[in-house]
Structure formats: C-alpha cells, structure tokens
C-alpha cells in the first residue's frame, strides 16, 4: 500500500468513527426523557403591592431552586385557551391552582379536560386557599368544598406538621408561624382525606385561638392531590422558605411516575 493509500484509508476511517459517534450522540440525545413540567395557574388579582407580577410567578420562583430539572411554566386565566391550551396541559406533570374570584370564568370544557388530565392520566393537582372553591377544585372532589367559617379575625398562624412521615413534610420545620389574617374553620367539606400532612391553629384578635386542618392529600382515580389552606393574597405567603418547600415537595409527591 502506498503512502497516499494509506492516507486515504486513515481518512476514511476516522470519518467513519466521526459518522458512528455522531449517531450515537444523536440517538442518547433523542432516547433521553423530556424535562418534567409543573404548571402554575393563577388569576392575576393579587394585589400588585404584595405580589408585583402575581402568586403564580412567586410560586414559580420559589420552585426553581427544587426543581432544577424541570421545567416550570406560568400561565393565567387572561391567557389563550385560559392558560391551558392542549398542548400544555397534556404535557404537564404537575397542575398548581390559585384562583379567588374568577372562579365561576373558568371554562367547563377546560375543567373536564383537567379532571380528565388526573383522573385517567395522572396528573397531580395541587389547590391552594381560595382555590378549594375553584371549579376543578369541586369537580375532582365531588363535594361542596365549603369551609365551616371564613373570618377575618387573625392575626398568626402556628402550621403544625402532623403526618412527619409523609413525602410533602420531608425537611420542614415541625413547628413554624406565617403572619395570617384570614381563617377557615373546620369542617372542610371534602371525601376523607388519605393523609392529613398539616394542621394549625390560629391566633385571634380577641385572644382565642381556632384549629383547623391544614394540608389534605387523595389519590384521584389514577392522579395524586393536593390542598393547603393557607395563601391569602394579602399575605406574602408564597415567599416564606417554609411554604415554598412546602408546594416544592407536593410537586415532586403528585408527580406521576415516569415509565
């Protein structure tokens, strides 16, 4: 063989190893599995003073730094297809819901495509506050979602961890207070809950206090919920550490699994 043949026959095979790695490179790429997503709902009626670009963005946030592999997603009721246009919501992993009084705009055709999103696909929910009257809300529930009282009276909020055990308490103090100025009472008219993770009692200005359950967990059909009192829009809630790993922890819980 000479020395230009032999050269050409290197070439040749360093182009070959170039081509098959290059192929491999392209089929990992392709076989590795889509970042997660969770989707933070929201209505956009916060007051700008307490939450400047709204609860879903302050959610999201406070997602980024446990959730680095996922992809997070804002959206709202003013958006198209009211922030939840199929191809969103049949990607999502994870529905979060904020929602105070655009409750009765929500769509019904958008309701039962979520309700369908979690009952047959297993997507998670998770509700927050004034969200346990949301529409999606009731419909996974199939119950009037009514609190026993809404009172204005309070003044602090003690969150009690009750179930240590469970995934959403995982490193969250055991004991911890938010500044609180609106109660809801027990009986949350709900199906029994699979796990009662929170509980807490609030401070009252007269003096009393008033306990009430905090955190609820179901299995629905084949998805996973979640609903957590506290997250009144006049409260930086959404901005405490304690809360944030809170919903944090509630994401990564109601997740389906990945096959």
């Not at 491999?24 to 307490?50: F, H, L, Q």
């Not at 992809?71 to 529905?95: M, S, Y």
């Not at 369908?116 to 929910?125: A, H, L, N, S, Y």
Request: aromatic letters at 8%.
């Amino acid at each position: 063989m000479t020395i230009i043949e032999s050269v050409r026959v290197t070439a040749f095979s360093l182009i070959a190893i170039g081509i098959a790695i290059s192929t491999s490179t392209i089929c990992m790429a392709k076989d590795k599995p889509a970042a997660r997503c969770v989707v933070v709902w929201s209505e956009g009626t916060a007051p700008t003073n307490v939450y400047p670009k709204d609860i879903n963005t302050a959610i999201a946030e406070g997602l980024k730094t446990a959730l680095k592999d996922w992809e997070i997603v804002t959206v709202n009721i003013d958006d198209p297809d009211q922030g939840l246009p199929d191809t969103l919501l049949n990607r999502a992993d994870v529905l979060i819901w904020w929602g105070h009084k655009k409750h009765g705009k929500v769509k019904d055709e958008l309701v039962n495509k979520i309700e369908k999103r979690v009952k047959e696909d297993g997507m998670g929910f998770i509700s927050l506050h004034s969200s346990h009257f949301a529409k999606p809300n009731k419909k996974l529930m199939g119950t009037p979602c009514s609190w026993g009282a809404y009172v204005g009276d309070s003044t602090t909020l003690k969150i009690t961890v009750k179930d240590e055990s469970h995934p959403i308490a995982k490193s969250v103090p055991r004991e911890f207070s938010l500044t609180h100025n609106e109660r809801y009472s027990d009986p949350y008219a709900v199906p029994e809950a699979k796990s009662i993770v929170f509980e807490g009692v609030a401070d009252l200005k007269n003096g009393s206090k008033d306990a009430s359950k905090q955190g609820f967990c179901w299995n629905v059909g084949k998805g996973k919920m979640f609903y957590f009192q506290p997250g009144h829009e006049t409260n930086p809630v959404f901005y405490d550490e304690n809360i944030r790993k809170i919903i944090a922890n509630a994401v990564l819980w109601a997740a389906p699994e990945r096959k």
